[in-house]
């Protein structure tokens, strides 16, 4: 009776080490979507159960996808429209405020679709500089940026005073927590070690930042409910 009532691990602990990918995202219950928010800051799911605590390992990358509404392909405004909020709105900020990058994708020209086999690197390109990029993290800190803390973070991206004016001015206007910027951060770090360089340079910290301009968006309808 007793091996009956213990919590089998999930969907989450099986994508240890690995990729969860949740279509369509805010159809999920916001219940659901909770749940994962300690797994994303600490690696690991606590469950509670009448008869005692189990804790899983919980360390994966977590992909989410949302499909636009009719009013995006006609060109209007798709976070404006009533049905577009209605749906957004099942996120919370502090869930979005766990995942590093937001980006819009917008519907393909007829052109590139047609020539898509004809431009953009190709996949074995891209996992040469993925892999050499990790083995950089590896030897400098014996992990992946994604494991560094706050202060390890803060001490190998050493900003200087002119950057750091740049970051604090950036908090302020687009209104990021002390978990957003540490995230920033390790995607500025990330984007250095891809590119091979020294130093995370202003460069690094302006595009990490631009991949949370869809989260401002969110973020505004989130507000509205």
């Not at 892999?131 to 400098?140: G, H, K, L, S």
Request: proline share 4%.
């Amino acid at each position: 009776m007793f091996l009956t009532s213990v919590p089998k691990p999930g969907e989450i602990s099986l994508a240890h080490c690995g990729v969860l990918f949740l279509d369509e995202l805010p159809e999920f219950d916001r219940k659901v979507l909770e749940v994962l928010r300690e797994p994303l800051e600490n690696g690991e799911i606590h469950l509670s159960r009448a008869r005692g605590q189990v804790c899983y390992p919980a360390r994966f990358q977590l992909v989410a996808a949302m499909n636009a509404s009719n009013e995006a392909y006609q060109g209007d405004d798709y976070y404006g429209s009533r049905a577009s909020q209605g749906y957004l709105r099942k996120l919370s900020a502090p869930f979005l405020d766990r995942i590093d990058l937001h980006v819009e994708v917008p519907p393909l020209p007829s052109n590139v679709l047609v020539n898509a086999g004809e431009t953009g690197e190709s996949s074995a390109s891209i996992r040469e500089r993925v892999e050499q990029a990790v083995t950089r993290q590896r030897a400098r800190q014996g992990c992946l940026n994604a494991q560094l803390n706050g202060r390890e973070l803060e001490a190998i991206c050493a900003l200087n005073e002119s950057d750091k004016a740049f970051m604090q001015g950036a908090l302020d206007k687009l209104g990021l927590s002390a978990r957003a910027y540490h995230r920033v951060l390790k995607v500025a770090l990330t984007l250095s070690d891809l590119s091979q360089a020294d130093l995370v340079e202003r460069r690094h910290l302006m595009e990490s930042l631009a991949y949370r301009k869809m989260e401002q968006k969110l973020a505004k309808v989130i507000g509205q409910g």
